[in-house]
């Protein structure tokens, strides 16, 4: 006889979903309150060493925009600064957009090993963690999201004003100060059972030294001066973290906040379209959670999602696969009734 079918969540989506025999069965369901002998979404504290890290992958960055009005003005900034951070900000910032958020997270297409292990190097420069990490958190904030259980909610402290300033403050970068792991086990099987994704997770740390230090070697390179080195390591390297970092948890603040809501989400998730340009597309927020694993976020007219010209381009030569591109039948299910403003 058998068995009736049970609900699970698929740790790409983050929704409930049919069980299937998947090697990637053992999932995060919906609610802090699982089932008896459920993996805990946490794995223990961090050690001192990783939490060390943490405040210097947030705090020293963030200094180095705090001065870098002063340390700019009148001398130390040029074209060539400006187009190496550039350069460095593009391949970082979609190596999160496309490949740590709706690649390696979502599943919202198949990518060839090439363009898999890239993916992974290019989001470990965005210096937010290795990847496994990086994507057992998403995954816990998707099955939890704007709940008990959600790392990073900026409603977990009520909806009065000073509640939503701590709130903003928690979703923004207070989370990260917090000591407990997402279990990856739970939420990143799939990822843990991948050698070349294990393999660069535990190199994260050099992909880190080169994305912090790599454009100060460009910038002494191109302009054979040690100014230039020096130049171009503060702008292209420490800033250009700082403001990746900034547009990165502004969809986790803002977009969770304030902002258009057309589409039917089961949190408050919402399209805030000032950070569409720097965060690739990634502030169409609102139609990421009502259906997370389309590899396009901005469906109405007039929204630019870069992430998703990249993986059209990817798919165009033949390194990504079966793209979860959204069509009318999709769109129609999560359509609302009226966009809502704010919350």
Request: with cysteine; hydrophobic share 50%.
């Amino acid at each position: 006889m058998t068995p009736p079918e049970t609900a699970v969540a698929d740790p790409r989506a983050g929704r409930a979903a049919p069980s299937a025999p998947r090697a990637t069965a053992a999932v995060p369901e919906e609610r802090p309150a699982a089932r008896a002998g459920a993996k805990p979404m946490v794995s223990g504290r961090r050690g001192l060493p990783a939490q060390l890290a943490v405040f210097g992958f947030v705090l020293l960055p963030l200094l180095a925009v705090v001065v870098a009005v002063p340390f700019a003005w009148g001398w130390g900034l040029g074209w060539t600064d400006i187009a190496i951070a550039f350069v460095f900000y593009v391949i970082s910032g979609m190596g999160v957009t496309v490949g740590f958020h709706r690649y390696f997270t979502h599943g919202a297409f198949k990518a060839n090993r090439p363009l898999k292990v890239l993916l992974a190097i290019a989001g470990q420069m965005a210096v937010q963690g290795p990847v496994i990490i990086w994507v057992a958190d998403h995954r816990r904030h998707h099955a939890f999201s704007d709940r008990e259980g959600d790392p990073h909610s900026p409603w977990m402290f009520g909806t009065s004003v000073p509640a939503l300033a701590r709130g903003f403050w928690h979703a923004h970068m207070g989370w990260l100060f917090h000591r407990d792991n997402t279990n990856q086990e739970r939420f990143a099987p799939d990822l843990l059972a991948d050698r070349d994704i294990v393999r660069q997770d535990r190199i994260f740390w050099v992909w880190t030294l080169v994305s912090i230090f790599g454009p100060g070697l460009v910038g002494g390179l191109v302009t054979w001066s040690w100014q230039g080195a020096l130049t171009a390591f503060f702008w292209a390297g420490l800033v250009r973290i700082a403001l990746l970092h900034h547009v990165t948890w502004s969809v986790n603040s803002i977009c969770h906040m304030i902002g258009e809501r057309p589409f039917s989400a089961r949190d408050r998730s919402a399209n805030f379209w000032p950070l569409a340009l720097l965060s690739f597309g990634e502030s169409w927020h609102n139609l990421h959670h009502a259906d997370p694993t389309c590899a396009r976020h901005g469906v109405l007219r007039g929204q630019l999602d870069i992430s998703a010209r990249a993986i059209w381009f990817f798919e165009r030569f033949g390194w990504a696969t079966k793209v979860r591109w959204p069509n009318a039948q999709r769109l129609a299910r999560i359509q609302a009734t009226a966009g809502e403003m704010g919350h």
